[in-house]
């Protein structure tokens, strides 16, 4: 609604509406609204009188007046003039006369005692301390609005406090994150530890005692590896025929090796009886005894069982 102040009251000003500083009051009865017109040049003086200690509020005098009727109140040498009507002017005794007629009534004088009152008025209340007596009303459109709103100390903070806010929260979901993580984590790490001890119990029965599985391990490995040597030769052999002609026409779909006959059993696919004649007889001129099983015919190609070493 700040925004399309200049618009709304720009037919209404004396003066270009780029010089006037716009506040907005209160909504009235009919619901519109209250705008204080007042030259922004004036306020920037009036503020920087008062540099070293800033108001904590910016309010014209005459609109701390009760909104009841028209109030009339003496103050500093003038009469200030608010209440229901929509203006706020400061007069002079013999100005009123002249507006009476277009107030509304009741007609209410605040003064101190002695003070000359002007006529025609229709209440007056009498005042030890008019200053106190106005501030106390409680009433007023505060004008430090837009270019002139009052900065406080802690205006900065206000204003990154949501994204501190936002920053805390995502703190605190990682943290969460975090800990849910490391704790599946640990959990799956405790249940591989377990599946290997198992494991290595299953292999080597023998041995009772269990301080360090990799280490262990490791030493069984070495401790077999004069027995792996077999399979290794056999595996070297079988990849030297198989890329004999450069590219392996014959493709290994599963491998079987035992340890007690020391034979390797291998599973063949080939586009066709040709092929696998071919690797049979690479096979024998190594040196190596190979019995190769019935041949069947498949989408695929050729398949077929073979068997070296024994």
Known sequence: MRQALPFAVEELLAEEVELMHLALGEQLADGRHRVYALRASWLRECLALCAAQPPQAIRVDADLLPRQGSQLLWLQSRWLLGGEAPW????????????AGRCPSPCIASAPAGQVLPEPVDEVHLLEDAHQWLVHQGNGVDLAQGEFA?????????????LAGVLA???VLQWGFNLAQGWYLQREADAYAASSEALYRELFPQDSKLINLRAQFDQHLAQS????????????EVAAALHAEGAPQVQVNQLDY?????DMSLQLQAPGFAELERLRERLEAAGLSVQMGSASREAEGVSARVVIGG
Request: proline share 7%; charged share 20%.
């Open 88 to 99: 706020r002017l400061a007069l002079q005794t013999e100005d009123w006369p002249a507006l």
């Open 150 to 162: 009052l900065r406080q100390s802690g205006d900065s903070w206000r204003r990154w406090r949501p």
């Open 169 to 171: 929260l995502c703190l």
């Open 225 to 236: 590896s004069g027995s792996a040597s077999p399979v290794l030769g056999l595996l070297a």
């Open 258 to 262: 035992s340890a007690t006959r020391t």
